[in-house]
Protein backbone atom coordinates (compact mmCIF):
# COMPACT_ATOMS: atom_id res chain seq x y z
CA UNK A 1 0.00 0.00 0.00
CA UNK A 2 2.50 2.38 1.30
CA UNK A 3 4.80 1.80 -2.28
CA UNK A 4 1.65 2.22 -4.52
CA UNK A 5 0.71 5.58 -2.78
CA UNK A 6 4.63 6.59 -3.33
CA UNK A 7 4.60 5.74 -7.20
CA UNK A 8 1.27 7.65 -7.36
CA UNK A 9 2.53 10.56 -5.51
CA UNK A 10 5.95 10.14 -7.68
CA UNK A 11 4.26 9.82 -10.90
CA UNK A 12 1.75 12.79 -10.32
CA UNK A 13 4.85 15.04 -9.08
CA UNK A 14 6.58 14.08 -12.31
CA UNK A 15 3.48 14.76 -14.66
CA UNK A 16 2.90 18.11 -12.55
CA UNK A 17 6.57 19.37 -12.97
CA UNK A 18 6.98 17.89 -16.47
CA UNK A 19 3.59 19.47 -17.96
CA UNK A 20 4.57 22.75 -16.37
CA UNK A 21 7.88 22.90 -17.88
CA UNK A 22 7.06 21.65 -21.30
CA UNK A 23 3.99 24.01 -21.36
CA UNK A 24 5.83 26.81 -19.97
CA UNK A 25 8.27 26.86 -22.73
CA UNK A 26 6.09 26.31 -25.39
CA UNK A 27 4.85 29.73 -24.65
CA UNK A 28 7.20 31.52 -22.98
CA UNK A 29 10.64 30.40 -25.38
CA UNK A 30 9.04 30.37 -28.22
CA UNK A 31 12.18 31.03 -30.62
CA UNK A 32 13.38 27.75 -28.40
CA UNK A 33 10.17 25.88 -29.41
CA UNK A 34 10.27 26.89 -32.99
CA UNK A 35 14.35 25.06 -33.15
CA UNK A 36 14.37 21.41 -33.81
CA UNK A 37 16.64 20.71 -30.94
CA UNK A 38 15.26 23.09 -28.74
CA UNK A 39 11.76 21.37 -28.98
CA UNK A 40 13.68 17.94 -28.72
CA UNK A 41 15.30 19.03 -25.47
CA UNK A 42 12.22 20.46 -23.63
CA UNK A 43 10.33 16.93 -24.70
CA UNK A 44 13.44 15.09 -23.89
CA UNK A 45 14.29 16.16 -20.53
CA UNK A 46 10.79 15.33 -18.86
CA UNK A 47 10.89 11.93 -20.44
CA UNK A 48 14.90 10.98 -19.66
CA UNK A 49 14.05 12.12 -15.97
CA UNK A 50 11.36 9.94 -15.86
CA UNK A 51 13.33 7.21 -16.79
CA UNK A 52 16.41 7.71 -15.08
CA UNK A 53 14.41 8.01 -11.94
CA UNK A 54 12.30 4.75 -12.42
CA UNK A 55 16.30 2.93 -13.47
CA UNK A 56 17.23 4.43 -10.12
CA UNK A 57 14.40 3.08 -7.99
CA UNK A 58 14.68 -0.60 -9.66
CA UNK A 59 18.31 -0.39 -9.26
CA UNK A 60 17.74 0.27 -5.62
CA UNK A 61 14.86 -2.32 -5.21
CA UNK A 62 17.02 -5.06 -6.97
CA UNK A 63 20.24 -4.16 -4.83
CA UNK A 64 22.04 -3.38 -8.23
CA UNK A 65 24.57 -0.57 -7.15
CA UNK A 66 26.53 -0.24 -10.64
CA UNK A 67 22.36 0.46 -12.06
CA UNK A 68 21.84 2.72 -8.53
CA UNK A 69 24.91 5.20 -8.27
CA UNK A 70 24.91 6.34 -11.96
CA UNK A 71 21.06 6.69 -12.01
CA UNK A 72 20.72 8.10 -8.80
CA UNK A 73 23.88 10.89 -10.12
CA UNK A 74 21.75 11.41 -13.24
CA UNK A 75 18.54 11.43 -12.21
CA UNK A 76 19.46 13.94 -9.56
CA UNK A 77 21.35 16.38 -12.23
CA UNK A 78 17.97 16.29 -14.31
CA UNK A 79 15.56 16.86 -11.29
CA UNK A 80 17.60 19.77 -10.11
CA UNK A 81 17.37 21.04 -13.96
CA UNK A 82 14.07 20.28 -14.70
CA UNK A 83 13.09 22.29 -11.20
CA UNK A 84 14.95 25.11 -11.65
CA UNK A 85 13.91 25.27 -15.46
CA UNK A 86 10.05 25.39 -14.13
CA UNK A 87 10.72 27.86 -11.79
CA UNK A 88 12.95 30.64 -14.14
CA UNK A 89 10.25 30.02 -16.93
CA UNK A 90 8.17 32.72 -15.35
CA UNK A 91 10.87 35.31 -15.63
CA UNK A 92 10.89 33.98 -19.49
CA UNK A 93 7.38 34.75 -19.85
CA UNK A 94 7.05 37.83 -18.09
CA UNK A 95 10.27 39.07 -20.71
CA UNK A 96 7.93 37.76 -23.40
CA UNK A 97 5.02 39.63 -22.48
CA UNK A 98 7.30 42.92 -22.06
CA UNK A 99 8.76 42.10 -25.74
CA UNK A 100 5.11 41.97 -27.05
CA UNK A 101 4.26 45.56 -25.21
CA UNK A 102 7.61 46.61 -26.63
CA UNK A 103 6.25 45.40 -30.43
CA UNK A 104 2.87 46.74 -30.06
CA UNK A 105 4.38 50.12 -29.67
CA UNK A 106 7.08 49.82 -31.98
CA UNK A 107 4.01 49.08 -34.46
CA UNK A 108 1.67 51.97 -33.48
CA UNK A 109 4.98 54.60 -33.84
CA UNK A 110 5.29 53.18 -36.98
CA UNK A 111 1.79 53.22 -37.92
CA UNK A 112 1.51 56.80 -37.05
CA UNK A 113 4.04 58.02 -39.05
CA UNK A 114 3.29 56.11 -42.07
CA UNK A 115 1.73 57.61 -44.97
CA UNK A 116 0.30 54.69 -46.29
CA UNK A 117 -2.36 54.39 -43.37
CA UNK A 118 -3.50 51.59 -41.08
CA UNK A 119 -2.63 49.21 -43.61
CA UNK A 120 1.59 49.41 -43.29
CA UNK A 121 0.99 47.89 -39.64
CA UNK A 122 0.45 44.68 -41.95
CA UNK A 123 3.41 45.06 -43.62
CA UNK A 124 5.69 45.92 -40.69
CA UNK A 125 8.47 42.83 -40.83
CA UNK A 126 8.63 40.91 -37.93
CA UNK A 127 12.52 40.78 -38.37
CA UNK A 128 12.27 44.77 -37.66
CA UNK A 129 13.67 44.44 -33.97
CA UNK A 130 14.58 47.01 -32.08
CA UNK A 131 18.10 46.44 -29.58
CA UNK A 132 15.58 46.36 -26.50
CA UNK A 133 13.62 43.83 -27.69
CA UNK A 134 16.47 41.71 -29.05
CA UNK A 135 17.51 41.23 -25.22
CA UNK A 136 14.64 40.51 -24.16
CA UNK A 137 14.22 37.51 -26.59
CA UNK A 138 17.62 36.18 -25.86
CA UNK A 139 17.51 36.98 -21.84
CA UNK A 140 13.86 34.78 -22.18
CA UNK A 141 16.06 31.86 -24.03
CA UNK A 142 18.61 31.85 -22.35
CA UNK A 143 17.55 31.98 -18.34
CA UNK A 144 15.89 28.35 -18.28
CA UNK A 145 19.75 26.94 -20.28
CA UNK A 146 20.97 29.05 -17.34
CA UNK A 147 19.38 27.53 -14.59
CA UNK A 148 19.53 24.64 -16.40
CA UNK A 149 23.21 24.56 -16.22
CA UNK A 150 23.39 25.74 -12.77
CA UNK A 151 21.98 22.78 -12.00
CA UNK A 152 23.96 20.45 -13.54
CA UNK A 153 27.47 22.29 -11.96
CA UNK A 154 25.12 22.02 -8.60
CA UNK A 155 25.15 18.02 -8.73
CA UNK A 156 28.52 18.25 -10.07
CA UNK A 157 29.76 19.99 -7.29
CA UNK A 158 28.38 17.72 -4.79
CA UNK A 159 31.31 15.53 -6.07
CA UNK A 160 33.98 17.76 -5.05
CA UNK A 161 36.28 16.29 -2.46
CA UNK A 162 35.62 17.14 1.15
CA UNK A 163 37.29 20.65 2.35
CA UNK A 164 39.41 19.84 5.61
CA UNK A 165 40.53 23.09 7.25
CA UNK A 166 41.46 24.27 10.74
CA UNK A 167 39.02 26.48 12.71
CA UNK A 168 39.90 28.41 15.61
CA UNK A 169 37.36 29.34 18.24
CA UNK A 170 38.42 31.75 21.17
CA UNK A 171 37.06 31.36 24.79
CA UNK A 172 37.70 34.17 27.23
CA UNK A 173 38.27 31.32 30.39
CA UNK A 174 39.84 28.62 28.21
CA UNK A 175 42.11 26.76 30.77
CA UNK A 176 46.12 26.68 29.71
CA UNK A 177 45.86 22.69 29.36
CA UNK A 178 43.09 23.39 26.32
CA UNK A 179 45.18 26.22 24.77
CA UNK A 180 45.42 24.74 21.07
CA UNK A 181 43.14 21.59 21.63
CA UNK A 182 42.20 20.10 18.50
CA UNK A 183 38.51 18.94 17.82
CA UNK A 184 37.96 17.29 14.18
CA UNK A 185 34.09 17.68 13.59
CA UNK A 186 32.52 15.08 11.37
CA UNK A 187 28.68 15.32 10.74
CA UNK A 188 25.87 14.11 7.98
CA UNK A 189 28.42 11.79 6.38
CA UNK A 190 24.96 10.23 4.93
CA UNK A 191 27.16 6.90 3.85
CA UNK A 192 25.58 4.89 0.80
CA UNK A 193 24.96 6.28 -2.14
CA UNK A 194 26.51 9.48 -2.45
CA UNK A 195 29.03 9.23 -0.04
CA UNK A 196 30.94 5.54 0.26
CA UNK A 197 33.44 3.66 2.65
CA UNK A 198 35.61 4.54 -0.08
CA UNK A 199 35.15 8.10 -0.08
CA UNK A 200 35.45 7.75 3.61
CA UNK A 201 38.77 5.90 3.38
CA UNK A 202 40.15 8.96 1.46
CA UNK A 203 39.21 11.12 3.94
CA UNK A 204 41.13 9.30 6.58
CA UNK A 205 44.24 9.15 4.56
CA UNK A 206 44.40 12.42 4.24
CA UNK A 207 43.06 13.46 8.00
CA UNK A 208 45.98 10.62 9.09
CA UNK A 209 48.67 13.72 8.81
CA UNK A 210 46.71 15.80 11.17
CA UNK A 211 47.27 15.87 14.66
CA UNK A 212 43.72 15.52 16.64
CA UNK A 213 43.22 15.42 19.82
CA UNK A 214 39.01 14.58 19.54
CA UNK A 215 37.16 12.93 17.19
CA UNK A 216 33.19 13.91 17.09
CA UNK A 217 30.72 12.51 14.75
CA UNK A 218 27.43 14.53 15.33
CA UNK A 219 24.74 12.40 13.13
CA UNK A 220 23.29 11.22 10.20
CA UNK A 221 26.37 8.80 10.08
CA UNK A 222 24.97 6.22 7.28
CA UNK A 223 21.97 5.56 5.49
CA UNK A 224 23.28 1.99 4.65
CA UNK A 225 23.70 0.81 8.28
CA UNK A 226 25.97 -2.69 6.74
CA UNK A 227 28.55 0.37 6.36
CA UNK A 228 28.16 1.84 9.75
CA UNK A 229 30.98 -0.98 11.36
CA UNK A 230 33.34 -0.33 8.91
CA UNK A 231 33.10 3.04 9.09
CA UNK A 232 33.55 2.95 12.70
CA UNK A 233 36.53 1.48 12.66
CA UNK A 234 37.99 3.83 9.93
CA UNK A 235 37.42 6.98 12.20
CA UNK A 236 38.62 5.28 15.35
CA UNK A 237 41.95 3.87 13.47
CA UNK A 238 42.81 8.00 13.24
CA UNK A 239 43.50 7.24 16.66
CA UNK A 240 43.03 10.67 18.32
CA UNK A 241 45.11 11.23 21.68
CA UNK A 242 41.36 11.41 23.85
CA UNK A 243 39.60 9.58 21.49
CA UNK A 244 36.15 9.93 19.90
CA UNK A 245 32.49 10.05 20.32
CA UNK A 246 29.06 9.76 18.40
CA UNK A 247 25.73 11.43 18.77
CA UNK A 248 22.08 10.29 16.91
CA UNK A 249 20.82 12.21 14.12
CA UNK A 250 17.37 11.80 12.58
CA UNK A 251 18.51 9.55 9.96
CA UNK A 252 19.97 6.63 12.11
CA UNK A 253 16.22 6.94 13.30
CA UNK A 254 14.71 6.21 10.12
CA UNK A 255 17.11 3.56 9.19
CA UNK A 256 16.87 1.30 12.55
CA UNK A 257 17.59 2.81 15.86
CA UNK A 258 18.00 -0.32 17.08
CA UNK A 259 20.54 -1.81 14.75
CA UNK A 260 22.08 1.64 14.98
CA UNK A 261 22.53 0.86 19.19
CA UNK A 262 24.05 -2.76 18.33
CA UNK A 263 26.24 -1.29 16.16
CA UNK A 264 27.81 1.32 18.24
CA UNK A 265 27.20 -0.80 21.24
CA UNK A 266 30.01 -3.47 19.33
CA UNK A 267 32.25 -0.88 17.92
CA UNK A 268 34.94 1.73 19.17
CA UNK A 269 33.01 4.82 19.33
CA UNK A 270 30.96 5.38 22.60
CA UNK A 271 27.48 7.02 21.54
CA UNK A 272 26.36 9.51 23.44
CA UNK A 273 22.26 10.27 23.89
CA UNK A 274 21.43 12.20 26.90
CA UNK A 275 24.56 11.48 28.44
CA UNK A 276 28.24 12.53 28.39
CA UNK A 277 31.57 11.75 29.34
CA UNK A 278 34.67 13.57 30.90
CA UNK A 279 37.58 14.15 29.52
CA UNK A 280 40.84 14.82 31.56
CA UNK A 281 43.47 17.24 29.73
CA UNK A 282 46.40 18.19 32.06
CA UNK A 283 44.82 19.32 35.40
CA UNK A 284 41.74 20.90 32.95
CA UNK A 285 39.30 18.14 31.64
CA UNK A 286 36.46 18.71 29.05
CA UNK A 287 32.72 17.46 29.47
CA UNK A 288 31.56 16.14 26.14
CA UNK A 289 27.49 15.94 26.58
CA UNK A 290 25.47 14.14 23.63
CA UNK A 291 21.68 15.40 22.57
CA UNK A 292 18.71 13.09 21.34
CA UNK A 293 17.48 14.18 17.92
CA UNK A 294 13.97 15.45 17.93
CA UNK A 295 12.90 13.13 15.41
CA UNK A 296 9.18 12.01 17.35
CA UNK A 297 8.05 15.55 17.22
CA UNK A 298 5.42 16.15 15.15
CA UNK A 299 6.52 18.80 12.38
CA UNK A 300 6.05 22.60 12.93
CA UNK A 301 6.02 21.80 16.65
CA UNK A 302 8.57 23.98 18.99
CA UNK A 303 11.51 22.17 19.85
CA UNK A 304 12.34 23.98 23.01
CA UNK A 305 10.80 21.95 25.65
CA UNK A 306 12.43 18.58 24.08
CA UNK A 307 15.88 20.58 23.79
CA UNK A 308 15.21 21.76 27.43
CA UNK A 309 15.47 18.26 28.65
CA UNK A 310 18.17 16.99 26.05
CA UNK A 311 20.51 19.33 27.42
CA UNK A 312 20.00 19.22 30.84
CA UNK A 313 19.98 15.41 30.63
CA UNK A 314 23.38 15.37 28.60
CA UNK A 315 25.23 17.90 30.70
CA UNK A 316 23.80 16.86 34.20
CA UNK A 317 27.38 15.40 35.06
CA UNK A 318 29.32 17.55 34.04
CA UNK A 319 31.68 19.66 36.81
CA UNK A 320 31.54 23.81 36.60
CA UNK A 321 35.16 23.86 36.19
CA UNK A 322 34.82 21.51 33.20
CA UNK A 323 34.69 23.09 29.45
CA UNK A 324 31.50 21.96 28.23
CA UNK A 325 31.27 20.53 24.92
CA UNK A 326 27.91 19.12 23.50
CA UNK A 327 27.17 17.50 20.23
CA UNK A 328 23.68 18.17 19.14
CA UNK A 329 22.75 17.39 15.33
CA UNK A 330 20.69 19.88 14.99
CA UNK A 331 21.64 23.49 15.77
CA UNK A 332 18.76 24.64 17.10
CA UNK A 333 19.26 23.18 20.82
CA UNK A 334 22.27 26.26 21.02
CA UNK A 335 19.94 28.39 22.26
CA UNK A 336 18.98 26.68 25.19
CA UNK A 337 22.73 25.05 25.31
CA UNK A 338 23.90 28.72 25.67
CA UNK A 339 21.46 29.14 28.85
CA UNK A 340 22.64 26.29 30.41
CA UNK A 341 26.42 27.67 29.86
CA UNK A 342 27.99 24.62 26.87
CA UNK A 343 30.74 26.55 25.89
CA UNK A 344 30.70 25.13 22.99
CA UNK A 345 27.90 23.00 20.32
CA UNK A 346 28.99 21.43 17.30
CA UNK A 347 26.07 20.60 15.00
CA UNK A 348 25.05 19.71 11.67
CA UNK A 349 21.77 18.30 9.64
CA UNK A 350 21.30 21.27 8.06
CA UNK A 351 23.97 20.79 5.47
CA UNK A 352 24.31 24.80 4.89
CA UNK A 353 20.97 24.71 3.05
CA UNK A 354 23.15 23.43 0.18
CA UNK A 355 23.31 26.43 -1.62
CA UNK A 356 25.72 28.94 0.17
CA UNK A 357 27.32 32.58 -1.10
CA UNK A 358 31.07 33.76 0.79
CA UNK A 359 30.87 30.69 3.33
CA UNK A 360 27.64 31.42 4.33
CA UNK A 361 24.10 29.76 3.72
CA UNK A 362 21.64 31.88 1.21
CA UNK A 363 19.03 30.34 3.35
CA UNK A 364 20.42 32.33 6.39
CA UNK A 365 19.18 35.47 4.88
CA UNK A 366 15.58 34.98 5.11
CA UNK A 367 15.84 33.74 9.13
CA UNK A 368 19.06 35.25 11.46
CA UNK A 369 18.51 32.58 13.87
CA UNK A 370 18.29 29.17 11.91
CA UNK A 371 22.18 28.68 12.38
CA UNK A 372 22.02 27.07 9.39
CA UNK A 373 25.96 26.78 8.42
CA UNK A 374 29.03 28.26 10.05
CA UNK A 375 30.17 30.14 13.31
CA UNK A 376 27.56 31.51 15.47
CA UNK A 377 27.70 33.00 18.91
CA UNK A 378 25.75 34.15 22.17
CA UNK A 379 27.74 35.79 24.54
CA UNK A 380 30.58 33.68 25.22
CA UNK A 381 29.29 30.94 24.27
CA UNK A 382 29.75 29.40 20.88
CA UNK A 383 27.89 26.98 17.89
CA UNK A 384 29.45 25.61 14.83
CA UNK A 385 27.04 24.16 11.89
CA UNK A 386 28.67 22.11 9.71
CA UNK A 387 27.74 21.88 6.09
CA UNK A 388 28.40 17.88 6.34
CA UNK A 389 30.21 15.38 4.67
CA UNK A 390 27.35 13.60 2.70
CA UNK A 391 23.85 14.45 2.09
CA UNK A 392 20.81 11.98 0.72
CA UNK A 393 20.41 14.87 -2.33
CA UNK A 394 23.36 15.25 -4.07
CA UNK A 395 23.73 19.03 -4.92
CA UNK A 396 25.94 21.82 -3.94
CA UNK A 397 26.03 25.44 -5.17
CA UNK A 398 28.76 27.58 -3.09
CA UNK A 399 28.38 25.24 -0.22
CA UNK A 400 30.86 22.50 -0.33
CA UNK A 401 31.34 19.65 1.86
CA UNK A 402 33.27 19.81 4.94
CA UNK A 403 35.72 18.38 8.07
CA UNK A 404 36.20 21.22 10.10
CA UNK A 405 39.17 20.56 13.30
CA UNK A 406 38.33 23.22 15.46
CA UNK A 407 41.17 24.43 17.39
CA UNK A 408 40.22 25.88 21.18
CA UNK A 409 42.32 29.25 21.85
CA UNK A 410 42.08 31.90 24.46
CA UNK A 411 40.00 35.27 24.06
FE1 LIG B 1 19.86 15.23 9.76
Known amino acids: MRVTMFVLAFLGLHLAVGATAILMAKYFTPTLWRSHWGRRVIWGAPLLTLVATILLFLGRWQG ?3 IETPMGLLAAALWVSLIAATLVLPISGILRLADWLLKRKSKRNLRDSSDSGANASEEISEELVSPERR ?4 AGATLPALAMTSGVAGVLGSYSSVKVFELPLRFPNLSPDLEGFRILHL ?3 HLGLFYTLNNLEELTLELEKEKIDLIVVVGDFADRLDQLP ?3 RLIAALNPRYGAFATLGNHEYYRGIKQVYRTFNAG ?3 LLVNSGEKIQVGASSIYVGGADDPVSMRWGAKYDSFYDETVERSMRDSESESFKLLLT ?3 WAFEVAAKSGVDLSLAGHTHGGQVGFMGKSVFDV ?3 NSYLWGEFEIGQNKLYTSSGIGHWFPFRLG ?3 EAPIITLRKA
Open 187 to 189: CDL
Open 135 to 138: YLLM
Open 268 to 270: PIP
Open 230 to 232: DAL
Open 329 to 331: HRP
Open 64 to 66: LIW
Open 366 to 368: FNK
Open 399 to 401: CPT
